[in-house]
């Protein structure tokens, strides 16, 4: 029995909130999501549909908007975006079995539709007008849909082809993807295939997905490693993951990673505030999850002045900890020593790895017993902090490296996904 997965996607989701907000047609407004409180080089987050039709890019910067279209600059309400996704969740659920579901970001879901569609009488594409309009008379958003036979087809149904089709419903199983977007080009507009793995494609001859199908797949290995695996299936139209698979993965080793995008060039010694900052709010949010982790480690990506390529450091415990004390004494040093002092820094990755269950009763040695005595009391100090901030708000306690001119902490903490969150 062959099976039905459908991509839905909300149309330029942020934007055609902000419409509906304001009582506008999303198909004929020009709005773009910027926070106007920054330079005009911040990027929009997203522009209405009918500011694409007018060769506006999604994701570009305010500056590179032209002057002759007037447009409604809405700044970014990021609880109110999560507030429309759950209540549109809610509305795919009183369809489908969340089993069947599969989130895969803010404004894009997976659904396995194949034993529901005896359930509704209803063919692959009746099932996503179906969906689509429930999604549009309960919120105001416009949906477009991508039906496959696998789950990768369905993506790609979404990407290219529903774009092009006059109910924004595309369609591919393994035969029609062969026909049509063999020789589609470029090879960016497919799921997983960005600029980097397309010029080492071009290395190879390789312009389109029809020649990747039909090239020496021993060379695809050496060149790629494991990857070309994927890279072989997909150029074929095959996807061999269920839905099923998506809901039964565990992965073997967890992390907590927090990034960050700084709003300007900082120095060296700002920079290591804004480091400081964040093992901070790690080691919070390990304490509130009830969490340890073995290592920490960072990435340091420069501004585009230096010209440098980013520089790595991690640090390791001789036990899982929480402890932010444990932690910024073991991985600052590590930045101290690997940041170009010279150079200016635009963002950090920061991430505990090896991530675990925090077991109290873990035997102590003679040898722990200084560590255990820090981790003890910043863990009674860092649960007191966070119960404060749990009644009084993010800000209601703060530490006062957050107070410093370079710190960013306190601004973030009023930020969703490090925007606005529409809740000042």
Known sequence: MDRYYLCIDLKSFYASVECVERGLDSLTA??????????????????????????????????EIPKTIDYVMAPPRMQKYIDYAAKIYEIYL??????????????????????????????????????????????????????????????IALDITAKHSPDFIGYLDEETFKNELWEHQPLTDFWRIGRGITNRLSELGIYNMKQLAHFDEDALYRKFGIDAELMIDHAWGREPVTMADIKNYKSKTKSLTSGQVL??????????????????????????????????????????????????????????????????????????????????????????????????????S???????????????????????????????IFKSMDLEEAATTLERNKQIGGHKSGEE
């Open 94 to 155: 009183g369809f489908m079995a969340k089993e069947d579901i599969y989130v895969y970001s803010i404004d894009e879901v997976f659904m396995d539709i194949t034993p529901y569609m005896p359930i509704y009488n209803k063919t692959p594409r009746e099932m996503a007008i179906m969906l689509m309009e429930a999604v549009l008379q309960g919120t105001g958003i416009r949906a477009t849909a991508g039906i496959g036979t696998n789950l990768y087809l369905a993506k």
């Open 263 to 364: 709003m300007r060039d900082y120095e060296y010694g700002e920079a290591r505030t804004i480091l400081r900052e964040m093992v901070d709010k790690l080691a919070l949010d390990l304490t509130a999850k009830g969490l340890v982790c073995s290592s920490i480690s960072f990435q340091i990506r420069y501004s585009n002045k230096s010209g440098l390529e980013p520089a790595h450091g991690s640090a390791g415990f001789d036990k899982p900890t929480n402890s932010e004390t444990i932690m910024a004494e073991r991985l600052m040093p590590v930045f101290d020593e690997v940041m170009n002092k010279e150079a200016l820094v635009r963002g950090f990755i920061v991430s505990c790895n090896n991530v675990l269950p925090d077991e109290e009763d873990m035997q102590m």
């Open 366 to 396: 003679f040898f722990d017993m200084e560590v255990d005595e820090v981790s003890s009391q910043d863990k009674k100090l860092q649960t007191a902090m966070l119960d404060i901030k749990e009644k009084f708000g993010k800000n209601a």
């Open 30 to 63: 020009n709005l773009v999501v910027a926070d106007p409180e920054r330079s005009d080089k911040t990027i929009c987050l997203a522009v209405s549909p009918h500011m694409k039709e007018l060769g506006v890019k999604n994701r570009c910067r305010v500056f």
